[in-house]
């Protein structure tokens, strides 16, 4: 996924790897870029690593069957 504001550009990716028939592993990258970054990051980074966590939270309630819906 990615987002692009003149003078400023976030790309997301996000993994699932089999570790085993069981278990997966979840990776999430991020890679910021462009002459704004440095004016922009300060103010969206708690709220978006907050979000992340709870995107997270979410997904592993969702694949270990505790909330359904």
Partial sequence: MATSIPGFKVEQVFELQAITRDRTYYVHRETFSGALTRVILPFIRRDEQQGIRRMTWEL?????????G
């Avoid at 592993?60 to 359904?68: D, H």
Wanted: net charge positive; no cysteine.
């Fill in 60 to 68: 592993k309630q969702y694949v270990e069957g505790k909330k359904r």
